[in-house]
């Protein structure tokens, strides 16, 4: 199984990768891991007569956490290397385990978590934990540097809110705020190790026992991931009791857009909705209090 | 660059049988240094002047200890240049598409696809392929464990589940269970053994702690 011919660069800058996505046109692709582009161009999918990695590009695979800033994941960050980091692992633990849900071994010491969400499957594992912890994704282009925040970045089905000639240089995730709590879980057919039937990820913060903040994302349910928002609602100044959960994995399964492909059917879909929705919530419910001082 | 290649005459693979080539040099460390020698061939064919050198990029690997230059175009993938160029064949080519793992080597100690790697995104890495875990002419810990064990049918997943298991204990020497089974998760058996090389990935952690 060949690839077609394609001219390879490996710029040592963003700005020459810029340069590069300007001169060669809309058809040049950018590469990070290459797990998902090289498949599509397997299947003939996509016949891109030229290709720029950005592995070459020092420092574009650093990880950083800073206690007043947060966590800065940049684009050539490999899915492994975000599952195991120590500090991801003590401050952004959903996050890690999103990184460790995607894929197989294999696919995790090759893929990056900013390829993931660039890829923009609507079923991908890493951006709805990252959209409910309020994620930003760092972007140069032609015009400068932008950030936009992940849940505005998402525009269908493998299209983003990049313009010509941009590249997402990373991706930025807030500190959690205090007494918050995180958690995600997936469904697929093969237990994680293929692409995802249904997924949910959600970031609560409490004062007390009540719910002041809560994001709620959706996956797989819709042409991007979704927000829960009436499910959000239902939730929000309320303490997180079983039969509120249960309501808002109701209206979650309501908001949600689910089509029947061979991952799974639409009314299964729809059902899992409401149960990881309500399990999702409890987790981060959880670990939130568990967080408070006492 | 004056040199010429054509790689449909390129003698790393085309020039052999597979019978001759696995009669001459017998297996293991001997096929990686004939290997070795064989990859310094292409500057050296007298090929016929078909592709325009501008199309061939010369690359160094590091294959196995050994250092390999050739010339690749660019879209090919690591697993082509292994086999059809190196003669290393003990990776094998199963989907090409990332999900079956028979292809699967270690880059700095990781387990990999070569079917996803491009052979000139391989360059700067330690590459480790089957033949590499050989101990001279004798079996590797990981492929002595497979065959105290039995854990195969078939056999044709074998070597790619080898490496990730070599992978997985360069990382982890002492895996428990369920670190054995993810770090086998993507390799496809089959056939099914999959009870066999999970006990075959403890035996080899056992003999790799000398026991």
Known sequence: ?294 | MTQKHEPGECRCSRGLTRRGFLSTVGAGVAVASAAGKLAAQPAASQGADVLPSAEMTPITLNINGRTHRLLVEPRWSLLFVLRERLGLTGTKVGCERGECGACTVLMDDLPRYACMTLAVEAQGSEITTLEGLMRGEELGGVQQAFVEEDAFQCGYCTPGQIMAVEGLLRAHPEPSQEEIQMGLSGNLCRCGAYVHIFKAAGRAAQLKRGQ
């Not at chain 1, 999918?45 to 206690?67: M, Y």
């Not at chain 1, 990820?201 to 349910?221: P, Q, Y």
Request: glycine residues 8%; proline residues 7%.
């Open chain 1, 1 to 294: 199984m060949r690839l077609s011919k394609f001219d390879f660069h490996a710029p040592k800058t963003i700005s020459e990768a810029i340069e590069l996505l300007q001169s060669k046109g809309p058809d040049a692709r950018l590469m990070a891991g290459g797990t998902d582009l090289l498949m599509k161009m397997k299947h003939g999918a996509v016949k891109p007569p030229c290709l720029i990695s950005l592995k070459s590009v020092p420092g574009l695979n650093a990880i950083r956490f800073d206690e007043s800033a947060g966590l800065t994941i940049g684009a050539t960050a490999l899915l492994s290397e975000v599952a195991e980091h120590p500090d991801i692992l003590r401050h952004y633990p959903t996050v890690a385990q999103a990184a460790r849900a995607t894929a197989n071994v294999q696919v995790r010491n090759m893929g990056t978590v900013v390829g993931n969400l660039c890829n923009a499957s609507p079923a991908a594992d890493n951006p709805p934990i990252h959209m409910a912890m309020r994620a930003v994704v760092l972007i140069e282009g032609p015009g400068g540097k932008r950030e936009l925040p992940l849940d505005e970045f998402f525009r269908g089905p493998g299209v983003t809110a990049l313009l010509p000639a941009e590249i997402v240089t990373g991706l930025r995730v807030p500190r959690m705020p205090v007494n918050a709590g995180t958690a995600y879980h997936s469904l697929s057919a093969r237990g994680k190790l293929d692409c995802n039937a249904v997924g949910a990820a959600v970031m609560l913060t409490l004062k007390g026992k009540i719910c002041e903040d809560v994001r709620l994302f959706i996956s797989a349910c819709g042409p991007t991931p979704l927000r829960g928002r009436k499910a959000e609602e239902m939730v929000r100044g309320k303490e997180l009791t079983e039969e509120i959960a249960a309501k808002a994995g109701a209206e979650a399964a309501e908001e949600s857009l689910p089509i029947t492909d061979l991952r799974a059917s639409a009314d299964y879909r729809t059902e899992m909705v409401a149960v990881l929705t309500r399990r999702v919530l409890k987790e981060a419910c959880q670990m939130a209090l568990t967080s408070q001082p006492a």
